[in-house]
């Protein structure tokens, strides 16, 4: 018998580190921030009375927002590439592929100030120094006075990604610039400018534009950069997030806060639980989708042991070894074999056999019927659903087959039932496939809340579901008591009605995360954490503090008559209530054959005592050595054989 003494791995992660390289490689994301150094963009916003009036520049709460957004990468998406170019400078600086720094700069006005990589804490020192040093900022973000060519920062964007993200799935460019125009008068250099926008799409790379305007000012995106910002026209227009405008200002929510939000709103789905899913609507009609999981709980998640013991700190690799229990030797991964107990007998399978077992065919969303909506109970959900979204990789068409599919559903109010395997030798299961109407938050920015597409709702079977317990009468509170605290609620309402839990992060993940980052950067550690879910305490008094005393007098009223009530109605009782008889199970030697062979099919026997068992053993000549669960396989066993 081997005896398994693993290292911080167990098998399911080994079999995790098996996953193809190529695979994983294209689930990762690579960003790069192209920010606008320009005189509009350093001048400071106009002065203003406002409480939250902001004070910087566009380009400093650019950066600044690359800042936040890296701290942020690091800890949520370790292996993302992140990395910031600002263009328009009068210094120039460029890297090449083996990290050194060019002489002759071929790109001019162009500053590499953080080479697309995995984010460092060198990295991130180096934004925290110009966000905080207003004299570095100043040597840096100088404007040129030439001309600054779209063209030569997008090909410079080209060459980074091309170099240091060759193979990403996702590749994107973030412009923040407010410049809605920059060649009005060049028709050429516009014309180079379009050239190498298609030439960053044909590579996979998409472009995201951040305009900013001015009060002065609004961004016109019809100038110049509808020809720059490329979209696929079988997309359509209906399942397409349209575009927002920022607005840079003395009052009012600060540009540093819409850039945060507006790019977060921006975040691609990391990691999709499939990829190109063959979806049958009809016999021999396929689709293909792509699904994600957009709602999953955060927690502390601990990707790799550190070793502090050394001059520096370095990350441990584990091992996994199964160890003979009986020798101590190492035991082969081809000497372990794995069985199913049966019948007190082990069954043993080949890898193959255990592969056929699991298998219930290739992985498949197949439509089998539509029902209406209203005929799918609340009570149905037993596992979070998974939002699925066309891909054009394999079958040429499907974005515009899913979108009709998908007004078709919400039109007529419909669902389609479907019999879905996720992946290879994954549990199939019954799903309900709904659509959802695109949603967007009120106010500034129009963050976008619910995604335009279909979700794949988990049914449960017959064997999920349980009949639930006869449940008391429910307890009603006397009119008073309802009215009083009617006032209260009236008194306590959020702004709009409306809760919106993104204001409250999780307070001990944050407080984990701020630890790490402080670590990390070999900054003070904060003394306490921020807890924003804390009651406000003394506004909740001053608003509601009357009305709350008031009902807690006539709750304590409203008890002091049901005790008195509850009394009386005890006083009449008669007598004690009965006891319950605790009935005694037969004995095994007062059952007959047939009933001993019932009880063991039934799985009637586990109430019968374990000196029972032996006896009844004894007296049919078998052992009775072993635990309770040995005499009852034994048990099962004679009943199955006599």
Same mark, same amino acid.
């Given at each position: 018998?081997?005896?398994?003494?693993?290292?911080?791995?167990?098998? *399911?992660?080994?079999?995790?580190?098996?996953?193809?390289?190529?695979?994983?490689?294209?689930?990762?994301?690579?960003?790069?921030?192209?920010? *606008?150094? #320009?005189?509009?963009?350093?001048?400071?916003?106009?002065? #203003?009375?406002?409480?939250?009036?902001?004070?910087?520049?566009?380009?400093?709460?650019?950066?600044?927002?690359?800042?936040?957004?890296?701290?942020?990468?690091?800890?949520?998406?370790?292996?993302?590439?992140?990395?910031?170019?600002?263009?328009?400078?009068?210094?120039?600086?460029?890297?090449?592929?083996? %990290?050194?720094?060019?002489?002759?700069?071929?790109?001019?006005?162009?500053?590499?100030?953080?080479?697309?990589?995995?984010?460092?804490?060198?990295?991130?020192?180096?934004?925290?120094?110009?966000?905080?040093?207003?004299?570095?900022?100043?040597?840096?973000?100088?404007?040129?006075?030439?001309?600054?060519?779209?063209?030569? /920062?997008?090909?410079?964007?080209?060459?980074?990604?091309?170099?240091?993200?060759?193979?990403?799935?996702?590749?994107?460019?973030?412009?923040?610039?407010?410049?809605?125009?920059?060649?009005?008068?060049?028709?050429?250099?516009?014309?180079?400018?379009?050239?190498?926008?298609? *030439? /960053?799409?044909?590579?996979?790379?998409?472009?995201?534009?951040?305009?900013?305007?001015?009060?002065?000012?609004?961004?016109?995106?019809?100038?110049?950069?509808?020809?720059?910002?490329?979209?696929?026209? @079988?997309?359509?227009?209906?399942?397409?997030?349209?575009?927002?405008?920022?607005?840079?200002?003395?009052?009012?929510?600060?540009?540093? #806060?819409?850039?945060?939000?507006?790019?977060?709103?921006?975040?691609?789905?990391?990691?999709?639980?499939?990829?190109?899913?063959?979806?049958?609507?009809?016999?021999?009609?396929?689709?293909? =989708?792509?699904?994600?999981?957009?709602?999953?709980?955060?927690?502390?998640?601990? #990707?790799?042991?550190?070793?502090?013991? %050394?001059?520096?700190?370095?990350?441990?690799?584990?091992?996994?070894?199964?160890?003979?229990?009986?020798?101590?030797?190492?035991?082969?991964?081809?000497?372990?074999?794995?069985?199913?107990?049966? %019948?007190?007998?082990?069954?043993?399978?080949?890898?193959?056999?255990?592969?056929?077992?699991?298998?219930?065919?290739?992985?498949?969303?197949?439509?089998?019927?539509?029902?209406?909506?209203?005929?799918?109970?609340?009570?149905?959900?037993?596992?979070?659903?998974?939002?699925?979204?066309?891909?054009?990789?394999?079958?040429?068409?499907?974005?515009?087959?899913?979108?009709?599919?998908?007004?078709?559903?919400?039109?007529?109010?419909?669902?389609?039932?479907?019999?879905?395997?996720?992946?290879?030798?994954?549990?199939?299961?019954? =799903?309900?496939?709904?659509?959802?109407?695109?949603?967007?938050?009120?106010?500034?920015?129009?963050?976008?809340?619910?995604?335009?597409?279909?979700?794949?709702?988990?049914?449960?079977?017959?064997?999920?579901?349980?009949? /639930?317990?006869?449940?008391?009468?429910?307890?009603?509170?006397?009119?008073?008591?309802? *009215?009083?605290?009617?006032?209260?609620?009236?008194?306590?309402?959020?702004?709009?009605?409306?809760?919106?839990?993104?204001?409250?992060?999780?307070?001990?993940?944050?407080?984990?995360?701020?630890?790490?980052?402080?670590?990390?950067?070999?900054?003070?550690?904060?003394?306490?954490?921020?807890?924003?879910?804390?009651?406000?305490?003394?506004?909740?008094?001053?608003?509601?503090?009357?009305?709350?005393?008031?009902?807690?007098? @006539?709750?304590?009223?409203?008890?002091?008559?049901?005790?008195?009530?509850?009394?009386?109605?005890?006083?009449?009782?008669?007598?004690?209530?009965?006891?319950?008889?605790?009935?005694?199970?037969?004995?095994?030697?007062?059952?007959?054959?047939?009933?001993?062979?019932?009880?063991?099919?039934?799985?009637?026997?586990?109430?019968?005592?374990?000196?029972?068992?032996?006896?009844? /053993?004894?007296?049919? %000549?078998?052992?009775?050595?072993?635990?309770?669960?040995?005499?009852?396989?034994?048990?099962?066993?004679?009943?199955?054989?006599?």
């Amino acid at each position: 018998m081997a005896d398994s003494r693993e290292s911080w791995k167990n098998e *399911d992660e080994e079999e995790e580190e098996e996953l193809d390289e190529a695979s994983y490689i294209a689930q990762k994301d690579a960003v790069l921030f192209a920010i *606008d150094v #320009s005189s509009s963009m350093l001048a400071a916003p106009p002065a #203003s009375d406002a409480r939250n009036s902001e004070t910087d520049s566009p380009t400093v709460a650019a950066i600044k927002c690359a800042y936040q957004i890296m701290q942020q990468r690091i800890i949520s998406s370790p292996k993302d590439m992140m990395g910031v170019l600002l263009y328009g400078t009068e210094q120039s600086k460029f890297h090449d592929e083996d %990290g050194t720094t060019r002489g002759n700069n071929p790109y001019p006005h162009c500053y590499l100030l953080s080479d697309l990589n995995v984010p460092s804490a060198e990295d991130v020192k180096a934004l925290k120094a110009i966000v905080e040093d207003e004299d570095e900022a100043n040597s840096l973000l100088v404007p040129t006075d030439e001309q600054i060519s779209m063209s030569n /920062l997008l090909f410079c964007a080209n060459q980074i990604f091309t170099t240091r993200a060759p193979n990403f799935g996702s590749r994107r460019l973030f412009i923040i610039t407010d410049k809605d125009d920059p060649h009005s008068s060049d028709k050429q250099a516009r014309s180079q400018a379009t050239v190498r926008a298609k *030439d /960053l799409y044909d590579l996979g790379v998409v472009i995201e534009l951040f305009p900013i305007s001015h009060p002065d000012h609004d961004f016109d995106r019809s100038k110049f950069y509808d020809d720059i910002i490329y979209r696929d026209p @079988i997309e359509g227009s209906d399942l397409a997030l349209g575009p927002t405008t920022l607005k840079s200002s003395g009052s009012g929510i600060s540009l540093l #806060s819409s850039l945060i939000a507006d790019i977060n709103s921006k975040q691609v789905a990391k990691r999709a639980l499939f990829s190109n899913l063959p979806f049958e609507i009809g016999p021999g009609f396929r689709i293909s =989708v792509k699904g994600y999981n957009l709602l999953q709980k955060q927690a502390p998640a601990r #990707s790799c042991y550190v070793w502090l013991d %050394g001059e520096k700190p370095q990350i441990a690799v584990g091992t996994t070894s199964r160890l003979d229990a009986d020798s101590g030797k190492d035991v082969q991964k081809a000497e372990i074999k794995k069985a199913y107990k049966f %019948g007190g007998a082990q069954v043993l399978f080949t890898p193959e056999e255990q592969k056929e077992l699991k298998s219930y065919g290739s992985p498949i969303l197949r439509i089998i019927g539509f029902k209406p909506q209203n005929m799918l109970p609340f009570w149905a959900s037993v596992k979070k659903s998974t939002f699925i979204y066309p891909s054009e990789d394999d079958y040429v068409g499907s974005t515009r087959v899913f979108a009709a599919l998908w007004k078709k559903l919400l039109k007529d109010k419909k669902m389609g039932i479907a019999w879905y395997v996720a992946r290879n030798n994954a549990t199939p299961l019954l =799903v309900a496939i709904l659509p959802s109407q695109e949603r967007f938050e009120e106010g500034p920015g129009s963050t976008q809340v619910i995604p335009a597409g279909l979700w794949l709702y988990p049914i449960p079977f017959a064997d999920d579901i349980r009949s /639930l317990p006869e449940l008391p009468a429910p307890v009603v509170a006397p009119d008073e008591l309802i *009215d009083e605290m009617r006032k209260i609620v009236q008194q306590l309402q959020l702004p709009k009605a409306r809760y919106d839990p993104s204001k409250y992060p999780n307070p001990s993940l944050q407080w984990h995360y701020k630890i790490l980052q402080a670590m990390a950067l070999e900054e003070d550690v904060p003394e306490s954490p921020d807890d924003k879910t804390i009651p406000k305490y003394r506004q909740i008094n001053n608003r509601a503090g009357e009305f709350i005393n008031n009902w807690g007098k @006539i709750l304590a009223e409203s008890t002091k008559v049901l005790k008195t009530m509850k009394h009386e109605l005890d006083d009449d009782d008669v007598g004690p209530p009965a006891k319950k008889v605790k009935v005694k199970a037969q004995s095994l030697e007062d059952m007959s054959v047939d009933e001993v062979k019932k009880a063991a099919r039934d799985n009637g026997l586990t109430k019968h005592t374990v000196t029972d068992l032996k006896h009844w /053993l004894a007296s049919k %000549g078998l052992s009775t050595a072993g635990k309770k669960t040995d005499l009852l396989e034994r048990i099962e066993q004679w009943a199955e054989n006599s």
